[in-house]
């Protein structure tokens, strides 16, 4: 080799050396970092999004299962629906309403979400980095989640179009706004209220939503007379378990997610940590309300088992993290026996939830939401009340004046001839199970 070539190649070592060890190299690996976040934080939101996505299939198959054969396919419709409008209404004025310029405040923007001009990179506080439309898609299916709780509720005998006249605005509009009160930096965020994926913020706004919708919708035919509370069966107890597992694997993205970040050591740990205390609760809602059904009713109530699970879910999602394996079983265990005791308190008073979704998704929601601070330092529990009237008064106050004004206009409720004959037919014109006969599943 020539002696210039030899002090080429010399030259472009030193060069990569230089690059490797100096400045250029810093460079290099900063970058390198700063994609790698942005990878695993975005494929983190879209993995756990699809997973809360999968709760819808959830809430469809555990209604289905819940409600009598002559009104299957409606709540399926209805299903299905919700999830679509409510992916339409968060796109065209609910995540910037929830998001955009809150800065202490009450709300957003009026305006649609639309793509940055360089899909670069979001900044979540020290959460690192993700692509938006991500985070757009992570908020949007929890937008559709609060929809899902009031369909249970309502089932078999609302009708279908000023039911999604009211998800539109639910999910448009007052699920937006409380959001924004703490996820979207908003005056309780500035007051300190902890929710951490949402018992409040998710659930009870559902929760809320789905009791003033029962009140004044009223009760299914026959099912309080004489003083009595009359049973009226699902049309498919696998149907709703089904349902409920699915719903108890979607959770895992629900609560996960909402960490809002994987790609670090302390991140992917807590993300682990958010999983295991999740299940745990769950459990721990299950085996108790079987417990208490078997103490109270001398027999196991397949139902309340199921709910106990979600009523375990929902009680830890405001705070998944902090709680020791044993605290979160206490925590969902508690959410589990809250069932048992909030469904014959509504039969009470003649408010007829035909899936148990109020007990779960409002009683549970308001329980987890006021256990945060049994875990964590930073709650307080006066906070944590604050935000729990506060949210719920305007979830109240806003969901009466629409269903007053859906009832008093275009009407709110079927017929009782077409509530006997079943919405299947009423309003679709057809039946889920037409194999077994017209008529032979009309309960």
Known sequence: MKPSNILKSLTSVAIVVALLTGPAA?????TIDQETTFVFNTFMFLVMGFLVMWMAAGFAMLESGMVRSK???????????LYSIAGLMYWLIGYNLMYDGVNGGFFGSLTWFTYPAAEALKT??????????????????????????????LAERIKLWPF????????????????????????????????FAGSTLVHSVGGWAALTGAIILGPRLGKYTKGMTNPLPGSSLPLATLGTFILWLGWFGFNGGSQLAIASFENASAVARIFANTNTAAAAGVVTAMAVTQLVYKKVDLTMALNGALAGLVSITAEPLTPSFGMAAIIGGVGGAI????????????????????????AAGIWGT?????????????????????IGSFVVITSTIIWMVLKTTVGIRISPEDEEKGLDQAELGLEAYPEFGAGSQRL
Do not use: R
Not at 26 to 30: D, L, R
Not at 73 to 81: D, G, H, P, V
Not at 339 to 362: E, N, T
């Open 71 to 81: 009104n299957v396919a409606t709540i399926c419709t209805k299903n299905i629906a």
């Open 26 to 30: 810093a460079q290099v690996e900063s």
């Open 339 to 362: 069932v048992v005791f909030a469904v014959p308190l509504l039969d009470k008073f003649k408010i007829d939830d035909v899936v148990g979704a109020i007990p779960v998704h409002l």
């Open 164 to 195: 999604l006249a009211f998800v539109a605005l639910l999910t448009g509009i007052i699920y937006p706004i409380t959001g924004a009160w703490k996820w979207g930096a908003g005056w309780l965020e500035t007051q300190g209220f902890l929710d």
């Open 124 to 153: 979540a506080k020290d959460y690192g980095a993700y692509a938006a439309a991500s985070d757009w898609f992570f908020q949007m299916v929890f937008c559709a989640t609060a929809a899902s709780i009031v369909s249970g509720t």
């Open 370 to 390: 006021l256990a945060v601070p049994l875990t964590n330092p930073d709650g307080s529990f006066l906070t944590q009340l604050t935000g729990i009237v506060a």
